[in-house]
C-alpha cells in the first residue's frame, strides 16, 4: 500500500502540477488576452487619435486655406482699388495735361486770332489811309477845276456888264435884245452859284461812290441844310401847299442859305398828267413849282431819285446839273468790302468780353479782290448788306467763328439774290 500510496501521492502531484500549469496557462492566456486588449485599446486610441488630428489637420488645412483665399481676395482688392488709384491719377494727369493743352491752344489761337485781327485792321487803315490820299488828291483836282471854270465865268460877267454899260440906250430900244440879255444874265447868275458849289456837287459824287455822309455836300458849300424824302409830302393831303411855302420861306431866313436835299424825290415830283396823282398832291406840286421857278441865292434844290423818269418836265426844266450814280466798279467794290468788313465784323470781334465773334485767319487780301469780282452789278446797299450777313452767321455758329466757306457762302447767296431782282426787273420793265 505505501507503493500505491506513493503513486497515489505521485499522481495527486502530478495532478496539482498539471492543475498549477493549467492556472499559469489560464493566468497567462488572461494576461495575453490584456494585452492583446490593451493593444487593440491603444491602437483605438491611436486610430481615434490619430482620426482626430487628421480632422484637426483637415479642420487646420480647410481654415489656413480659407485664409488663404480670404487673403488673396483681399490682395486683388487692394491690388484693384491700387490699379484704379493708379488710373483715377493717370486720367487726372491726363485731363490736367489735356486741359493745359487746350488752354494753350485756345490762347495761342486767341493771340493768333488778335494777331490775325490786328493784321487785317492795319490792312483795311492803311488802304483807307491810301484811298483817302488819292481821295484827297482827286478833289484837288476838282477844285483847281472848279476854280479855273468860276474864273472863266466871272471873266464873261465882266464882259457882258461892259457890253450893258456900252450898249445901254440900244438895249432899252430893243426888245429882242432885253429878251436875250435877261436870259443871258440868268444863265450867268446860275453859273456864278454854280461855280461858288461846283466842289461841293462833284465832291457829292465822289463821297457818295465812297460811302461817305450823305450831307457832306452842305458842308463843303458852307450852306445850312434841310432834308425831307417825297413820302413826306403825301401824307399832308390839303396842308401841303402851305407846308411847302413855310420851307421855302424859312430858307429865306438863312443868311447862308439852305440846301434843300429830297430823298426819294420822284414819289412827290411826279408827272402832272397821271390820273393817279390826287388834287391835293398836284396843287402841291404846283406851290413846289411856283417857289422854284426862278434862280434864287437862298437856297439850292437836290434831289434824289433812282425813277429820275418819273419826274415832271417842269422838274426836268429846273435841274441845274445832272449826277449819275454808277455801281461801283471792281476797286470801288474792294474798299465797300474792307470798310463793311471792318465795320460789322472785326469791329464787332475786337470788343473784349462782350463779343463772342471769330475770324478764321486767310489771306484777306486775296479774298477781298475775289469777292470783288464776284459781286459785279452790286450797289453799295447790297454789299453793305453782306457785311451784315457776316456778322450774323458768325454769331449763329456753335464757335461764333466765321469761316472762309461762310463768307463764299454769303457772297454767293447775295450774287443769286441779285440776279433774281435784276430778273424780277426785266419782266416788268
Given at each position: 500500500?505505501?507503493?500505491?500510496?506513493?503513486?497515489?501521492?505521485?499522481?495527486?502531484?502530478?495532478?496539482?502540477?498539471?492543475?498549477?500549469?493549467?492556472?499559469?496557462?489560464?493566468?497567462?492566456?488572461?494576461?495575453?488576452?490584456?494585452?492583446?486588449?490593451?493593444?487593440?485599446?491603444?491602437?483605438?486610441?491611436?486610430?481615434?487619435t490619430l482620426q482626430a488630428e487628421t480632422q484637426h489637420h483637415q479642420q487646420r488645412a480647410q481654415y489656413?486655406?480659407?485664409?488663404?483665399?480670404?487673403?488673396?481676395?483681399?490682395?486683388?482688392?487692394?491690388?484693384?482699388?491700387?490699379?484704379?488709384?493708379?488710373?483715377?491719377?493717370?486720367?487726372?494727369?491726363?485731363?490736367?495735361?489735356?486741359?493745359?493743352?487746350?488752354?494753350?491752344?485756345?490762347?495761342?489761337?486767341?493771340?493768333?486770332h488778335e494777331y490775325d485781327m490786328q493784321r487785317m485792321r492795319a490792312?483795311?487803315?492803311e488802304r483807307a489811309k491810301t484811298d483817302r490820299e488819292n481821295h484827297d488828291l482827286t478833289l484837288e483836282q476838282i477844285r483847281v477845276k472848279?476854280?479855273?471854270?468860276?474864273?472863266?465865268?466871272?471873266?464873261?460877267?465882266?464882259?457882258?456888264?461892259?457890253?450893258?454899260?456900252?450898249?445901254?440906250?440900244?438895249f432899252i430900244s430893243d426888245w429882242g435884245k432885253i429878251t436875250a440879255t435877261v436870259g443871258g444874265l440868268t444863265l450867268l447868275a446860275l453859273g456864278i452859284y454854280t461855280a461858288k458849289h461846283g466842289t461841293g456837287v462833284i465832291s457829292r459824287f465822289i463821297e457818295a461812290r465812297l460811302g461817305k455822309p450823305s450831307l457832306s455836300l452842305a458842308k463843303h458849300s458852307g450852306m445850312d441844310y434841310a432834308i425831307m424824302t417825297g413820302g413826306d409830302v403825301l401824307p399832308l393831303e390839303n396842308e401841303g401847299v402851305s407846308a411847302i411855302h413855310k420851307v421855302f420861306d424859312w430858307a429865306k431866313t438863312s443868311r447862308r442859305g439852305l440846301m434843300l436835299f429830297i430823298d426819294e424825290a420822284d414819289a412827290f415830283l411826279r408827272k402832272?398828267?397821271?390820273?393817279?396823282?390826287?388834287?391835293?398832291?398836284?396843287?402841291?406840286?404846283?406851290?413846289?413849282?411856283?417857289?422854284?421857278?426862278?434862280?434864287?441865292?437862298?437856297?439850292?434844290?437836290?434831289?434824289?431819285?433812282?425813277?429820275?423818269?418819273?419826274?415832271?418836265?417842269?422838274?426836268?426844266?429846273?435841274?441845274?446839273?445832272?449826277?449819275?450814280?454808277?455801281?461801283?466798279?471792281?476797286?470801288?467794290?474792294?474798299?465797300?468790302?474792307?470798310?463793311?468788313?471792318?465795320?460789322?465784323?472785326?469791329q464787332a470781334a475786337e470788343k473784349r468780353g462782350t463779343s463772342r465773334l471769330k475770324v478764321e485767319t486767310m489771306d484777306f487780301n486775296t479774298k477781298v479782290k475775289e469777292i470783288a469780282v464776284k459781286t459785279a452789278g452790286l450797289s453799295g446797299r447790297e454789299i453793305a448788306k453782306l457785311g451784315v450777313a457776316w456778322q450774323t452767321s458768325a454769331f449763329v455758329t456753335d464757335d461764333g467763328v466765321l469761316t472762309e466757306d461762310v463768307i463764299d457762302a454769303r457772297v454767293n447767296e447775295m450774287v443769286d439774290q441779285h440776279k433774281q431782282k435784276v430778273e424780277w426787273k426785266t419782266q416788268i420793265d
Open positions: 500500500h505505501a507503493k500505491n500510496a506513493l503513486q497515489l501521492s505521485q499522481m495527486q502531484e502530478q495532478t496539482k502540477q498539471l492543475e498549477q500549469q493549467r492556472h499559469i496557462k489560464e493566468q497567462e492566456a488572461a494576461i495575453h488576452q490584456l494585452q492583446s486588449e490593451r493593444v487593440r485599446v491603444e491602437q483605438e486610441e491611436k486610430r481615434k489656413n486655406d480659407q485664409l488663404a483665399r480670404k487673403r488673396y481676395e483681399d490682395q486683388l482688392q487692394q491690388q484693384k482699388r491700387v490699379t484704379e488709384e493708379n488710373l483715377r491719377k493717370q486720367e487726372e494727369s491726363v485731363q490736367k495735361q489735356e486741359a493745359m493743352r487746350k488752354a494753350t491752344i485756345e490762347h495761342e489761337a486767341k493771340v493768333r490792312e483795311v487803315r472848279a476854280k479855273e471854270r468860276r474864273d472863266t465865268i466871272l471873266q464873261s460877267i465882266r464882259t457882258a456888264s461892259t457890253v450893258i454899260g456900252e450898249g445901254a440906250n440900244t402832272r398828267n397821271t390820273e393817279t396823282m390826287s388834287e391835293n398832291l398836284r396843287s402841291t406840286l404846283n406851290a413846289f413849282l411856283y417857289r422854284t421857278g426862278d434862280p434864287s441865292k437862298k437856297f439850292m434844290l437836290v434831289l434824289s431819285s433812282n425813277q429820275p423818269d418819273l419826274f415832271d418836265f417842269a422838274i426836268n426844266d429846273r435841274i441845274d446839273e445832272m449826277v449819275k450814280f454808277h455801281l461801283p466798279d471792281q476797286i470801288e467794290r474792294e474798299r465797300l468790302i474792307r470798310y463793311y468788313f471792318d465795320k460789322y465784323v472785326l
